[in-house]
Every structure is written in structure tokens, then in C-alpha cells.
DNA sequence: AAAACGGGGGC
DNA sequence: GCCCCAGTTTT
């Protein structure tokens, strides 16, 4: 069985059009500045996006910028995006991320995804973001929801998550890659989960080779 | 009490 | 490829 993932897609989004996926859905056109999600998007990093949404709306309320972290002391930086995981490795990655920022691009997030990959606590999952949700190219972010998920249904048969989205960039139409982030954390946080999915209240069971 | 959850980096 | 990094939620 192969399934047709326009069809998957499709009804995905119309069972889903009311959920928000919190981080993934930061964008320039809801109000976030490249800035703000990128620094969203490693403090997401294995940690849970509500506990994310808590630390950032703290963090913005005191800084946005790079220029602004860069006056709060390692330990303050700490505790405001406290308890994120890791969060004394981030808080360091971040600063470290604001003076690359300012020091060598001028004070904007670079564009391209070897100059991102150079900032500490950045890889593919969140440099695809940033460059999908930020700056409105054409990148895949693949994070664990999209790897399981279109592992499962069969789509692609790849062990990392990098091979899935060389899989992907090859296999999925265009017009999905912006939006197949946003729409599969959602599907993979309330149906689709990795332990114990909810099949019976799947709106694609009957599309998929993994059904229970 | 134990396992599950979600990326990056160093080796 | 393998293993480490910390905290919350679920079982």
C-alpha cells in the first residue's frame, strides 16, 4: 500500500485547521521577528512546546534582540527561560548565538543554511525552521513528528532524520514543504504520538499500513 | 518509581 | 554510529 499524500495531506489539514502548534507556528506575519523564532526554535529542542511558549514570553518581555540578551547576565538568561531542557546549555548557546549575530551579520539572522549551521545549538530541524517559517524559502524541517510520521505511513523508509528529508525534498510535492512542519506536530502530538497513537480517532486510518 | 518526551554536538 | 547533555509529563 502506498499512500497518496496529497490526499493524507488534505484531509489532515481540514481535521486540523483549528489546532495551533505553538512554536512551529511563530512567523514573521504573526508578529515574531526572525530573531524571536529562531531563539524559539532552539529552546524547543527536547523540551515540549508549552513549556517553550512559557520561557520565551518571558524572555521577550525583557529581550528581543540580540543586543538585549547580550546585557543579561549568563545566570539571569538562565533563569528566565528556566525550565526548559538544558537550559544552562542554551543560555550560553544563546549568547553565543546574539554575538555571532551582531559581530559577523551585521545584527540580522543569516539566510543560508551553512552560516546557520555555524551558530551554536543550531542543526537541521531548527535551521530548516528558520529558513521555511522565517524567511519563506523552500527548506523541509524535519523534526521527530515529520521522521516518525512519514516513517510509519510508509511515505519514506529512512533512520535519520536527515535521509528523511533528502527523502522528502525528493518524493513531497513542493507546495507541502512549507507547511508539512506545522501539520504534523500537530497530527503526531494528539493522534498520531509515537507511543500508544490514537488510532481509533485517526482521520487517515483507513490510508495507513501502521493501523492498529 | 520508571519510562517517555524532543535536538544538538563531541567523539 | 554512539553517547552525553536536564527537566516535565505520563504510565
Same mark, same amino acid.
Given at each position: $500500500?502506498?499512500?497518496?499524500?496529497?490526499?493524507? *495531506?488534505?484531509?489532515?489539514?481540514? &481535521?486540523?485547521?483549528?489546532?495551533? %502548534?505553538?512554536?512551529?507556528?511563530?512567523? #514573521?506575519?504573526?508578529?515574531?521577528?526572525?530573531? =524571536?523564532?529562531?531563539?524559539?526554535?532552539?529552546?524547543?529542542?527536547?523540551?515540549?512546546? =508549552?513549556?517553550?511558549?512559557?520561557?520565551?514570553?518571558?524572555?521577550? %518581555?525583557? %529581550?528581543?534582540? #540580540?543586543?538585549?540578551?547580550?546585557?543579561? /547576565?549568563?545566570?539571569? !538568561?538562565?533563569? !528566565? *527561560?528556566?525550565?526548559?531542557?538544558?537550559?544552562?546549555?542554551?543560555?550560553? &548557546?544563546?549568547?553565543?548565538?546574539?554575538?555571532?549575530?551582531?559581530? =559577523?551579520?551585521? /545584527?540580522?539572522? #543569516?539566510?543560508? $543554511?551553512? =552560516?546557520?549551521?555555524?551558530?551554536?545549538?543550531? /542543526?537541521?530541524?531548527?535551521? &530548516?525552521?528558520?529558513?521555511?517559517?522565517?524567511?519563506?524559502? &523552500?527548506?523541509? @524541517?524535519?523534526?521527530?513528528?515529520?521522521?516518525?510520521?512519514?516513517?510509519?505511513?510508509?511515505?519514506?523508509?529512512?533512520?535519520?532524520?536527515?535521509?528523511?528529508?533528502?527523502? !522528502?525534498?525528493?518524493?513531497?510535492?513542493?507546495?507541502?514543504?512549507?507547511? *508539512?512542519?506545522?501539520?504534523?506536530? /500537530?497530527?503526531?502530538?494528539?493522534?498520531?504520538?509515537? *507511543?500508544?497513537?490514537? @488510532?481509533?480517532? @485517526?482521520?487517515?486510518?483507513? $490510508? @495507513? #499500513?501502521?493501523?492498529?
Amino acid at each position: $500500500m502506498v499512500v497518496n499524500i496529497d490526499l493524507f *495531506i488534505d484531509i489532515l489539514e481540514k &481535521n486540523f485547521k483549528s489546532w495551533k %502548534a505553538p512554536v512551529a507556528d511563530f512567523a #514573521p506575519d504573526r508578529g515574531r521577528t526572525v530573531f =524571536e523564532i529562531l531563539v524559539s526554535t532552539v529552546l524547543s529542542s527536547r523540551t515540549k512546546d =508549552e513549556v517553550t511558549i512559557k520561557a520565551v514570553s518571558r524572555l521577550f %518581555a525583557v %529581550a528581543r534582540t #540580540p543586543l538585549e540578551i547580550l546585557e543579561l /547576565g549568563e545566570d539571569e !538568561l538562565a533563569g !528566565l *527561560i528556566y525550565p526548559v531542557g538544558f537550559y544552562r546549555i542554551k543560555a550560553g &548557546n544563546l549568547r553565543k548565538i546574539s554575538r555571532i549575530i551582531v559581530r =559577523e551579520h551585521g /545584527g540580522r539572522v #543569516p539566510d543560508t $543554511m551553512d =552560516e546557520l549551521l555555524r551558530l551554536p545549538g543550531v /542543526g537541521r530541524k531548527t535551521a &530548516n525552521l528558520v529558513l521555511a517559517q522565517g524567511f519563506g524559502k &523552500n527548506a523541509i @524541517c524535519v523534526d521527530t513528528h515529520v521522521h516518525r510520521i512519514s516513517n510509519r505511513i510508509g511515505y519514506v523508509s529512512t533512520k535519520t532524520p536527515e535521509q528523511t528529508e533528502r527523502a !522528502l525534498i525528493k518524493k513531497l510535492p513542493i507546495k507541502h514543504w512549507a507547511g *508539512i512542519n506545522k501539520l504534523f506536530v /500537530g497530527f503526531g502530538q494528539t493522534i498520531c504520538r509515537p *507511543i500508544s497513537p490514537r @488510532c481509533g480517532s @485517526c482521520p487517515v486510518s483507513s $490510508m @495507513c #499500513p501502521a493501523f492498529i
